[in-house]
């Protein structure tokens, strides 16, 4: 049985990216978002979640970018004197490597994440991070205790499988496929400790992930052929669907106009007949 969850990643982002994932769930294939406790548009993406309750929302637990949620009560730590998180995920490694962030640093901001959006009135379906900054042994264990502290029993296995789309990706972006598909070999060494502390806290994961090699090039025809060689089991595929707008064009994020061009593939008729026709069965995290 082929069973799929299409999970948005930074529901909480701007106003035009909470747009693209409800129309990507109203109209299409979309079935889970993961929200980010610390976006812009975060108090809108709840509302979009309390008024679509079958869409499955989890949280997306940010190490890097944008501001910290918990409180600062002592100097060092995750969040700089200006309480703004590491910008980039070279950033985070540098403060990793000299010992200025530990685990219990990050444990700390992911618990005051996920109060922020249990507050709200969300329960979360899983956790995922962003920027997969999970494949960082600290931030591995940070996201396994967060998980049994607050009964969360699902989160995302960042490590992807080998997908068959290469014919349809376009021939001027083939180079960024290139780039980011190696990225996802390259962290595949950080799996066996991941597999390992899961385990030990009981955390389920979907048998398979895609989406890391694709990431801003997902259109109509790669998506198709995702359903087409998608193989048995739970496959979690994720995307970033977004309506394109001032806001996002100005955010601090590469993935602009492409957030567009997947939000209307992850909406297009012909995409969720495909997936019918396949015998695909869309589920969410609750499921697992």
Not at 35 to 44: P, Q, R
Not at 53 to 80: K, S, Y
Not at 214 to 241: A, K, Y
């Amino acid at each position: 049985m082929k069973r799929l969850i299409v999970n948005g990643d930074d529901f909480g982002f701007t106003i035009g990216v909470n747009t693209g994932i409800q129309r990507a769930f109203t109209e299409g294939v979309l079935t889970s978002a993961t929200l980010m406790a610390n976006g812009d548009a975060f108090d809108d993406a709840v509302g979009i979640a309390k008024a679509n309750p079958r869409l499955g929302v989890g949280c997306h637990l940010a190490a890097v970018g944008g501001r910290a949620v918990a409180n600062r009560d002592q100097p060092g730590g995750l969040a700089d004197a200006d309480g703004w998180l590491p910008k980039t995920l070279g950033q985070l490694a540098l403060k990793l490597a000299t010992g200025a962030v530990k685990s219990i640093h990050i444990e700390r901001e992911f618990a005051a994440q996920v109060e922020k959006i249990v507050a709200a009135g969300i329960s979360p379906t899983h956790f995922d991070t962003h920027k997969h900054t999970v494949v960082y042994p600290a931030v591995t264990k940070a996201l396994a205790t967060i998980a049994r502290h607050f009964g969360i029993s699902r989160v995302r296995s960042p490590f992807g499988a080998k997908d068959g789309v290469w014919k349809s990706v376009p021939a001027g972006l083939r180079g960024v496929y290139l780039k980011q598909y190696a990225v996802s070999v390259a962290v595949m060494p950080a799996r066996g400790f991941f597999r390992r502390r899961i385990a030990q806290y009981g955390i389920k994961t979907p048998d398979y992930f895609y989406g890391v090699a694709i990431t801003g090039l997902l259109n109509r025809e790669i998506l198709m052929d995702l359903f087409r060689e998608l193989p048995n089991g739970i496959t979690e595929l994720m995307c970033h669907p977004g309506l394109y707008d001032s806001d996002l064009e100005s955010a601090h994020t590469r993935l602009k106009q492409s957030r567009q061009i997947e939000m209307e593939a992850l909406a297009d008729p012909e995409v969720k007949a495909l997936a019918g026709e396949l015998g695909i069965e869309l589920i969410n995290y609750r499921e697992i």
